[in-house]
């Protein structure tokens, strides 16, 4: 083997893995680390550490085997990555690493149980954690959105998530979904206890939609690519999920808000699916019945 041959199987990994990082899994991945260290700090490394490690740990077990059955080949699960840190840095840092374990299996679940074509339907991360609040009565308290950290920090909170929606082309999905958040929050007060939807504009809430809005909203499989459709999807998940907040006070009320969103456009996709098998069996048809008429 030459020096030169050496030297390309040598750098191979590290290209790779530079590669990787400039993606949009590798950026996401980069950017929730450099929000997890200081919000980890804070709250304690040995508090935090055990449920984050859990939901990446099983969320990646269970992800790598799927993705196997379904493609054919093996591949680093770096979706599931994503999702076990979500559910990591969402879930309260007092769960239980089980509990945490749970989250992450339940959105793995939710990933490859309801598809269109090759693409999942529901947030994964948003279902998991939704469903974990009710089967093991979860606390959310988004400690790696950074709401316990001085409130110049949501500067690197607010550049990220932007850097973030501007990198996936979705800026006019989280501008929608933020717009139609404050002011239904803002002209709610008028029927509504203003002290309740205070709440909204203090931390953590306004931490958490922060938060929200660039990472977890704008997740490419589930939210649509065009402008105008991004718009009429961050109004439905910003207007549902408000609604379920007045409604019932929930602590997934933005996470609710996103899954309807989710089946909104999941159904789009289902119709525009079947469109196009309609339209292939017609083109395909159409000669046979030239020849026929022949």
């Known amino acids: 083997m030459s020096d030169s041959t050496s030297a390309a199987v040598h750098k191979s990994p590290w290209t790779a893995l530079l590669r990787w990082l400039r993606s949009p899994k590798g950026l996401f991945t ?33 992800d790598a085997p799927l993705i196997r059955w379904r493609d054919g080949e093996w591949s680093v699960p770096d979706g ?34 309801l598809r269109v074509k090759r693409a999942n339907v529901l947030n994964p991360a948003a279902a998991g954690l939704v469903v974990s609040y009710y089967l093991f009565d979860s606390g959310q308290n988004w400690w790696g959105a950074l709401p316990d950290l001085p409130p110049v920090w949501m500067l690197l909170l607010g550049s990220t998530a932007a850097f973030m929606a501007w990198r996936l082309h979705k800026l006019p ?33 306004l931490q958490m939609v922060l938060f929200f809005a660039g990472f977890m909203a704008t997740d490419p499989p589930t939210s649509p690519p065009k402008a105008g459709d991004q718009v009429t999807y961050g109004a439905i998940a910003a207007a549902t999920g408000f609604g379920l907040y007045i409604a019932i006070g929930a602590v997934y009320f933005l996470l609710g808000g996103l899954l309807v969103a989710n089946l909104w456009e999941g159904w789009r996709k289902w119709k525009r699916a079947g469109s196009a098998r309609a339209a292939r069996v017609t083109s395909a048809a159409a000669p046979r019945t030239e020849a026929a008429l022949r």
């Open 173 to 205: 999905l989280v501008l929608a979904l933020l717009g139609v958040h404050f002011v239904l929050a803002t002209s709610a007060t008028y029927v509504v206890d203003p002290v309740r939807l205070a709440e909204l504009y203090r931390a953590p809430d």
């Open 80 to 113: 599931a990555l994503l999702t076990g840190m979500l559910v990591g840095v969402v879930l309260s840092p007092h769960a239980t690493w089980w509990v945490a374990a749970g989250t992450a299996a339940l959105a793995i679940a939710a990933k490859h149980a």
């Open 30 to 62: 980069a950017i929730l680390l450099i929000l997890t260290a200081p919000a980890a700090h804070h709250a304690g490394w040995m508090l935090v550490l055990p449920g984050l490690a859990s939901a990446i740990l099983v969320a990646m077990l269970l």
